[in-house]
């Protein structure tokens, strides 16, 4: 099991930095009391779940109660059942004021501080550099814009770019209305209808006489290609972007035949380039006939 120990001085970003341990895989609880996190450990170690990736941030919101994280660090290290990492995030002083300043937001020690910012930073500085000292992660976010910052954190977490992206491809019916969740739309009704085929009418895109039939005339042979060439054009963009999932979704009259057979079809392309794909059909059992 992997732990990762996110702290840092509050407004450097570790609320980003959450968001982004959460994308690409990892079991994340923010503000989690530091004297729980070796129990909790403990649970998830037990669990039937599987978790083998967690994050979990820590900082002085905790009150008083946050002293306790370097003994909770340091039991877990020395159990050697977990393989322990702190990940520190800050920001100069300046920034952090004026990042307050415009959010609006509260810094944790504002009212112990009579709202004397410099002092509630220097202060939480002060609580917070045994962890900098013991760091395994380092990431100074004065100068980083948001997406900027997600990069260094996919950089350091993950060992494929691509790793970051889920593609969820899908098929629906137009006749049970357009996939509203979908980034990417393609119409297939546009090829030749295994419908009107009898033996084919109460079969599936999932099985092979469908696919047969459908990817049996050039049109079809030629879009699949075409949508392949876009397709590999756009996933490296969204993965610059900073995009966590891409739904593409492929849709024909009923969704029973084409467009689940475009959709295995390219669920199983870019399962090859080694994507992480799900898939989903969500039209296959309408008025299905028992």
Known sequence: MQLLIITGMS???????????????????????????????????????????????????????????????????????????????????????KRYKETRRKHPLYDKFNGNLHQAIRYEWEQLSQLRENADFYIETSNCSTNQLKEQVKELFLERRSDSLTIKVMSFGYKYGVSTESDLVFDVRCLPNPYYIDELRQHTGCEQCVRDYVMSFEQSRLLFDKLKDLIDFLIPLYISEGKSQLVIAFGCTGGKHRSITFAELMAAYLSEKEYKIQKYHRDITRDRKI
């Not at 690409?24 to 083998?52: M, W």
């Open 11 to 97: 407004g450097s970003g570790k609320s980003c930095v959450m968001d982004v341990m959460e994308d690409i895989g990892y079991y994340c609880i923010d503000n989690i009391p530091p004297g729980l996190i070796p129990k909790f450990v403990d649970l998830c170690r037990h669990s039937e779940s599987g978790l083998e990736n967690i994050a979990v941030a820590v900082d002085i919101r905790s009150g008083d109660m946050f002293a306790e994280i370097i003994h909770s660090w340091q039991t877990l290290k020395n159990d050697g059942e977990v393989d322990v990492k702190i990940l520190y995030i800050e920001a100069s002083d300046e920034v952090l004021i």
